[in-house]
């Protein structure tokens, strides 16, 4: 019963000559000619092309085309008739053609979950990693940063932490209103000026061997690493057009805040 309540619903909501095309990639010529020699039997050139919105100057070759593909014969009488064969003979190798198909992407695709599942790349894949330039990166790394609980540290140059200052300044206030530890690292030979980190009221180590001319690290609450290239000196400088890369996958930021800490401990004053 299940079985003619669909089929019920395939005659109404859908013409079959439509999965034929769709599915066993039948013209739509073809599928309606067929469809229609099934329902109707036997019928002549003249017939099939009134009845199936074939034109005249079309509907043989049409007719030629599935009897060529074993779909369609001709009775010899005269008139001309054309008659469709069993769909057991025409459609259900096509069928088998297209469960083969199936059965043998569906073991591609098993294989390749597998090694997907397998693969330590796939897994490092998987954590989540963002590179982002323009309004949307700032917006991320801002909502970042003032989601932090405990502790921010920045690892940079002196003159690039100047450079991105500006962008920083009323997030640096505000995690210090939080109660927001904010400490910076800048490695051995970086020029800053005292006066400035007091009336900025930074923290700050100097770290011999870390080497960070080239980019801005931050990590916040050792849950969340970001890196930011240092642009002074190319054509797009500002932070809002250079790329942030931005790691909050658990494995990824473990092995970073790993690197971080040695040069942490690598303290000349």
Same mark, same amino acid.
């Given at each position: 019963?299940?079985?003619?309540?669909?089929?019920?619903?395939?005659?109404?909501?859908?013409?079959?000559?439509?999965?034929?095309?769709?599915?066993?990639?039948?013209? %739509? #010529?073809?599928?309606?000619? =067929?469809? /229609? *020699?099934?329902?109707?039997?036997?019928?002549?050139?003249? +017939?099939?092309?009134?009845?199936?919105?074939?034109?005249?100057?079309?509907?043989?070759?049409?007719?030629?085309?599935?009897?060529?593909?074993?779909?369609?014969?001709?009775?010899?009488?005269?008139?001309?008739?054309?008659?469709?064969?069993?769909?057991?003979?025409?459609?259900?190798?096509?069928?088998?053609?297209?469960?083969?198909?199936?059965?043998?992407?569906?073991?591609?695709?098993?294989?390749?979950?597998?090694?997907?599942?397998?693969?330590?790349?796939?897994?490092?894949?998987?954590?989540?990693?963002?590179?982002?330039?323009?309004?949307?990166?700032?917006?991320?790394?801002?909502?970042?940063?003032?989601?932090?609980?405990?502790?921010?540290?920045?690892?940079?140059?002196? %003159? #690039?932490?100047?450079?991105? =200052?500006? /962008? *920083?300044?009323?997030?640096?206030?505000?995690?210090?209103? +939080?109660?927001?530890?904010?400490?910076?690292?800048?490695?051995?030979?970086?020029?800053?000026?005292?006066?400035?980190?007091?009336?900025?009221?930074?923290?700050?180590?100097?770290?011999?061997?870390?080497?960070?001319?080239?980019?801005?690290?931050?990590?916040?609450?050792?849950?969340?690493?970001?890196?930011?290239?240092?642009?002074?000196?190319?054509?797009?400088?500002?932070?809002?057009?250079?790329?942030?890369?931005?790691?909050?996958?658990?494995?990824?930021?473990?092995?970073?805040?790993?690197?971080?800490?040695?040069?942490?401990?690598?303290?000349?004053?």
């Amino acid at each position: 019963m299940i079985v003619q309540e669909n089929v019920s619903i395939l005659h109404q909501y859908q013409p079959l000559w439509r999965l034929l095309r769709a599915y066993l990639g039948f013209s %739509e #010529y073809e599928a309606k000619i =067929y469809e /229609f *020699l099934v329902n109707e039997g036997p019928s002549t050139a003249r +017939k099939i092309s009134i009845r199936c919105g074939v034109p005249r100057t079309k509907v043989y070759s049409v007719i030629r085309r599935l009897m060529e593909q074993n779909m369609v014969t001709e009775l010899p009488l005269s008139p001309r008739l054309f008659i469709a064969l069993s769909p057991t003979e025409t459609l259900k190798p096509l069928i088998d053609i297209q469960e083969k198909i199936v059965e043998q992407l569906n073991e591609v695709f098993l294989h390749l979950q597998k090694k997907y599942e397998e693969s330590t790349e796939s897994k490092v894949l998987r954590e989540e990693v963002w590179i982002l330039t323009g309004e949307r990166a700032l917006r991320k790394v801002t909502d970042l940063l003032l989601s932090a609980g405990k502790n921010v540290e920045f690892f940079s140059s002196w %003159e #690039y932490f100047l450079h991105v =200052y500006g /962008f *920083l300044r009323e997030v640096l206030d505000t995690l210090f209103e +939080k109660g927001v530890s904010v400490r910076l690292y800048f490695p051995s030979g970086s020029k800053v000026n005292k006066k400035v980190c007091r009336a900025m009221c930074l923290q700050y180590r100097i770290v011999r061997n870390l080497p960070l001319s080239a980019t801005l690290i931050i990590s916040i609450d050792n849950n969340c690493i970001i890196l930011h290239p240092n642009t002074i000196e190319s054509e797009n400088n500002s932070p809002q057009e250079s790329e942030w890369v931005i790691v909050c996958g658990k494995k990824l930021v473990n092995v970073l805040n790993k690197i971080l800490s040695y040069f942490k401990r690598e303290n000349s004053h």
